[in-house]
């Protein structure tokens, strides 16, 4: 056996290595199409087991060049590697930021949108989906509300444990906080089945001892839990939570946020050359969108001119369903352009959706949700009481974001290819991810699907709202801004409504901090590739080409993307 060999199997092993421990995060899981059997363990002892377990894959892996080997295998290997640098930290960070979806997204707070919120939507969603075939899975299906109940117990021990350790909520955040554990609460009946339908004919006789039981466990188990979960958040609590927010203002949160923007971005930058980056694209866009204004004569006047746009039909919506009906307009249109830019066809429907109630006062925009058992097509759900509120001229941006040729296309195509190792079919990379779906965005431009002046406009529109998410985010975790300096720059910069930017500073602030420094310093590395391949490539460079090689393998960092095309 060669030293190639060895190392060829010493790389398979050690993909499949971190595949296992991967494979046992929630959000992957739920991609998998797994049956809930069994939920996590939500612990800072079993944060600190996965690092552990992290750590040392992590050190094997460095002791082999994946650039040496056939791409088939080496890639595969990087993304096992930014897998288990996710987790690294999960212990070490806990007691500040820790990461219920297994995929990155360190959230301060359990409760709060993005971060425990978000993973027990996916768990309640999906209990309330579960089919019955036997008696094995109604025993399972009682298991798992009893380990519902125990999650939320850590969740709640958590944030009693880092309140005394002095790190509590602040209180801009609180009522949001409140809001989610109350909308959950309000939720939980439906976790006892309701109807025949989702019972085999052979179950009927187990149908009332079995609710009966669900029934039982969610009066005494769950709703208890969310309960204790909601007590802590006492007025003792709010008296002693600070004002002010941002992660440097908790012991050692300076250090792990630089880690955070290391981990989001894939890119080796500081907090401080990330704001000016975020300043000197602000100013380049605020020219773009005087310039489109002034074909109106409302050069000068920003608020004048989404007065105009509110006025005009084809952008507002009374009701989640017209809002629905926007996004289909887009949907519709890039169907008619989808060719001439990408080979391989869809194989997976999509479409957009209302957010649930619960998460809507917490959740700006909403967020991308792959099929999956029970929901075949893919949807993105968003916030139909903010969207029936605003000028839609932004949906078209949002729409290619979300949908194609952004996440969905990227999304689907990846989770649906077979020939990928199990890691790359189901790699997640925040940067690639979001990068891609803002470099859709602006592609989306390129391809002409922006027809009229209001939709360039709400291109523009969404284009600095993402790069203001460079300043404030920063500003607030790492230069010292207070939350309105951070609202009041919002203000200045975008035409949001102060209940979106509310929700907005509250995110980067007191959720999941850096998360956002994904979509703009992302969608650059993307376009900045492109341009040197085409320059490689001259005449030879075929955009489908391109768009074919860089989501063959699936989401990895970008630095690790620009040395595989380029290679």
Request: proline content about 5%; overall charge negative.
């Given at each position: 056996m060669?030293f ?9 092993r ?6 296992e421990?991967?494979?046992?995060c ?12 069994k ?21 094997q892996?460095?002791?082999?060049d ?5 791409q088939?295998?080496g890639?595969p ?7 288990m ?7 070490a ?9 297994g995929i ?17 939507q ?5 209990l309330?989906r ?10 399972r ?12 117990d850590?969740?709640a021990?958590r ?6 350790a ?17 909308g ?28 009966a039981e ?19 958040l ?11 927010v941002?992660?440097a203002?908790?012991e ?11 981990l989001?971005?894939?890119?080796d ?10 300043l000197?694209?602000?100013?380049r866009?605020?020219e773009?969108?005087?310039?489109i204004?002034?074909q109106?004569?409302?050069?000068d ?8 746009v ?10 989640p ?13 890039m ?10 066809p ?7 959706a ?21 929901q075949e097509q ?8 903010h969207l ?13 974001h ?9 999304l ?7 020939a990928l190792?199990p890691?790359?079919?189901n790699a ?15 592609l ?9 002046p ?5 291109r ?8 203001c998410?460079?300043v404030?985010?920063?500003?607030m ?7 309105e300096r ?5 203000r200045?910069n ?6 979106e930017?509310r929700?907005e ?6 959720d ?5 420094l ?8 993307l ?11 001259g ?5 489908r080409?391109?768009?074919a ?6 989401a ?12």
């Amino acid at each position: 056996m060669t030293f190639q060999d060895r190392a060829i199997g010493a790389a398979s092993r050690l993909t499949s290595d971190a595949w296992e421990l991967f494979r046992d995060c929630p959000f992957v899981r739920m991609q998998l199409g797994e049956r809930l059997a069994k939920l996590p363990d939500f612990s800072g002892e079993a944060a600190r087991a996965v690092s552990a377990r992290a750590e040392g894959i992590l050190k094997q892996i460095d002791e082999i060049d994946a650039w040496s080997l056939p791409q088939t295998v080496g890639i595969p290997l990087r993304q096992a590697r930014y897998a288990m640098e996710m987790r690294r930290n999960a212990g070490a960070w806990y007691p500040t930021v820790f990461d219920p979806t297994g995929i990155g997204f360190y959230g301060l707070f359990a409760p709060s949108a993005y971060c425990g919120g978000f993973v027990l939507q996916m768990f309640i969603d999906s209990l309330t989906r579960q089919q019955f075939a036997t008696g094995g899975d109604l025993d399972r299906y009682l298991g798992v509300l009893h380990d519902l109940a125990q999650c939320v117990d850590r969740m709640a021990e958590r944030t009693a444990e880092q309140a005394v350790a002095g790190m509590r909520i602040p209180k801009p955040q609180l009522p949001a906080a409140r809001a989610i554990i109350a909308g959950f609460k309000g939720r939980l009946k439906q976790l006892v089945p309701d109807g025949t339908e989702r019972f085999a004919s052979g179950l009927r006789s187990d149908e009332l001892r079995f609710r009966a039981e669900a029934t039982r466990r969610v009066a005494d188990c769950i709703e208890p839990a969310f309960a204790r979960w909601a007590d802590v958040l006492d007025q003792d609590y709010e008296d002693k939570a600070p004002q002010g927010v941002g992660m440097a203002q908790y012991e050692g949160g300076r250090e792990i946020y630089r880690g955070l923007i290391r981990l989001h971005t894939t890119l080796d930058l500081e907090a401080e050359e990330i704001h000016e980056i975020g300043l000197e694209r602000i100013a380049r866009i605020h020219e773009r969108m005087k310039s489109i204004r002034s074909q109106c004569g409302l050069a000068d006047d920003p608020k004048a001119y989404l007065e105009f746009v509110r006025n005009d039909a084809r952008f507002s919506a009374a009701t989640p369903e017209a809002v629905t009906a926007v996004f289909q307009r887009y949907i519709d249109r890039m169907d008619r352009a989808y060719s001439s830019a990408f080979r391989e066809p869809l194989k997976v429907g999509y479409g957009a959706a209302p957010l649930p109630k619960a998460l809507e006062g917490s959740m700006t925009f909403g967020f991308y949700s792959p099929a999956k058992p029970g929901q075949e097509q893919a949807q993105y759900l968003f916030n139909g009481g903010h969207l029936t509120a605003v000028p839609l001229h932004t949906i078209a941006a949002l729409n290619f974001h979300e949908l194609v040729p952004g996440h969905h296309l990227h999304l689907s195509m990846q989770y649906g290819n077979d020939a990928l190792l199990p890691i790359s079919r189901n790699a997640f990379c925040n940067a690639f991810n979001e990068g891609w779906a803002e470099y859709a965005g602006h592609l989306a431009g390129e391809l002409g699907l922006y027809e009229t002046p209001e939709e360039q406009y709400g291109r523009c529109a969404l284009d600095i709202f993402l790069t203001c998410r460079l300043v404030v985010d920063t500003g607030m975790n790492a230069l010292g801004w207070s939350l309105e300096r951070a609202r009041e720059f919002m203000r200045e910069n975008t035409s949001m409504s102060d209940a979106e930017i509310r929700s907005e500073t509250l995110r980067y602030a007191c959720d999941i901090p850096a998360q956002a420094l994904a979509y703009k310093l992302g969608d650059t590395e993307l376009i900045r590739a492109r341009e040197v391949s085409r320059a490689k490539l001259g005449g030879r460079f075929d955009l489908r080409d391109f768009h074919a090689r860089v989501l063959a393998f699936g989401a990895m960092p970008l630095p690790d993307l620009h040395r595989y095309l380029n290679g």
